[in-house]
């Protein structure tokens, strides 16, 4: 949506227009969040920052309608920011100290292999640095297939691609993925 396709919207209809620029961006506002709070946060935690965004951005509505300048951008600052905010909240969180005689505290079982986690995590954190080798728009075809499980039509409706070009960046991207992971020693 340009500003001025904004503005116009917005003055027949602020209520049409917030459910647009939701539908808009509500990926792209995902994204943004799920990248900064992957690493500490649940999905309900990106769930809840993107609600926190947009309730931002619609409480600036009367801001946006007088403002010069890129709609998504004012939506990725914000997006930004409330990330960054909730990924504080939530590290804050992950280092409290606990104390042994907490009820809360659960022992790990003893069925749980804590080297073999370890290495799956670390496979994990190799693949993601390898899908992010691949660059754009590779890395968000792949991300957007294999994370979000979103469609080829989804794909390139969200990036500006048919879904017949997504479906053969997607086979080339995986791959040359696989060639990588082969370079590393990694056999997927």
């Known amino acids: 949506m340009t500003d001025q396709e904004f503005k116009e919207h ?3 209809s602020p209520e049409e227009c917030m459910k647009a620029i939701f539908n808009d961006y509500c990926n792209y506002v995902y994204i943004i969040a799920a990248t900064k709070l992957k690493s500490c946060g649940t999905a309900e935690d990106i769930e809840e920052c993107v609600s926190d965004v947009f309730t931002e951005v619609f409480k600036k509505m009367n801001y946006l309608g007088d403002r010069e300048g890129d709609l998504k951008g004012f939506i ?16 804050v969180k992950a280092y409290r100290t606990v104390s042994a005689e907490d009820e809360g505290i659960m022992e790990i079982s003893s069925g749980e292999n ?6 799956m995590s670390e496979r994990n954190s190799i693949l993601l640095n390898k899908i992010k080798e691949l660059g754009e728009p590779d890395t968000s075809i792949i991300i957007k297939q294999y994370y979000y499980n979103m469609t080829v039509a989804e794909i ?17 991207a995986r791959q040359k993925l696989k060639n990588m992971l082969c370079e590393v020693g990694i056999n997927y």
Not at 114 to 119: G, H, P, R
Not at 156 to 172: E, L
């Open 114 to 119: 804590i080297i073999e986690s370890a290495e």
């Open 76 to 91: 990725g600052v914000i997006a930004k920011r409330k990330a960054i905010d909730m990924y504080r909240k939530l590290s």
């Open 10 to 12: 917005m003055k027949r």
């Open 156 to 172: 390139g409706k969200a990036i500006s691609m048919t879904a017949a070009a997504v479906q053969k960046r997607s086979v080339r």
